[in-house]
């Protein structure tokens, strides 16, 4: 006798998150998605009318909140399981999630780790938060003080040393220049800031214009450059050396990043040295080899993160990209990483 399936309820209103989401779903036999919906009001309306045994919610939803939705969720459909998955890291909105009945809260920045466990926990009446919750939610707090503040919204940069957390390769999509360098910023400033070490292998342009946002930051580049804390190489330059015959050379792709990063760690300050590491080499290898290429430089980005204490973020123009956010390239390209961040 088969398993009898568990119907699935997918509340997300970014696409390219929802497609990883009810993807990670179809690895399981027995978890079913019934529908997907973008939209908080949808999603309430859906609850009732299907009674779904789970349901993923998001918190940022247009026309009504996760947790409005989840309140109404909870009088519409009482048999229904709540997990939310959201970056929201905020200690008073997980509590105000958990005591509203949702018996899970997963980080959108380590789904890909923590997903399946968290439904798995939860499915069997357990409740499941990410670790980093409370992590993040301080380092935010401890933040907001200070007079130079660099956001960690959205890509929360390098946490304590921890076993756990491998894996840490993102990616972001971009409509312009301004919006991609709006994250690299955050996320290179952030372990500048934190005493890390950071390196960059981007275009001209690219590099540019982040010196210029650190620098507005308050950060001083110039010294982080001479103490080898910020390392600022170009795209081509650095990868033409790893391509033979069209492909990337494992060997000399892993040696060279490696060095690289070590060359960051050994500047970084702390008992746990840590290297933030963006990248927009693989978006110009999709523009020039195609796609197998470029999965193959993604495969090897996600070796570098199980060798060494580092945090990757590549980014690709959406502008390159065949078929936009609804293409297959975009959902390949979505596999390969940690999490997701759009337009």
Known sequence: ???????????????GFRRFLVSTMQRRAELQVICEVADGLEAVQKAQELQPELILLDIG??????????RQIRKLSPNSKILFVSENRD?????KALRLGA??????SVAARDLLHAVEAVLQAKEFVSASVSVSSFNDRT????????????VG???PHNAEIVGDHKVVFYSDDRQ???EVSQFIGAALKTGNAAIVVATESHRDGLDRRLRAYGLDIGAAIEQCKYIAQDAADTLSPFIVNGALDSFRFLEGFGNLILKGANAAEGEHPRVAVFGEGADLLWKRGGLNVVIQDEDLCNQLTKKYEVAILCG???????????GDVFQRICAEHSAVYGP
Not at 103 to 108: D, I, P
């Open 1 to 15: 006798m088969p398993a009898p399936s568990i119907r699935v309820l997918v509340v997300e209103d970014f696409a």
């Open 61 to 70: 939803l247009p026309s009504l909140n996760g947790i409005e939705a989840a």
């Open 91 to 95: 200690l008073d909105v997980v509590e």
């Open 103 to 108: 018996l899970g809260y997963v980080v959108k």
């Open 143 to 154: 933040d907001e003080d200070t007079a130079d503040h660099v956001s960690e919204r959205k």
């Open 157 to 159: 940069l390098l946490p």
């Open 180 to 182: 991609l360098l709006d």
């Open 316 to 326: 690709y123009s959406l502008r390159n990209i065949e078929g936009g956010m609804d």
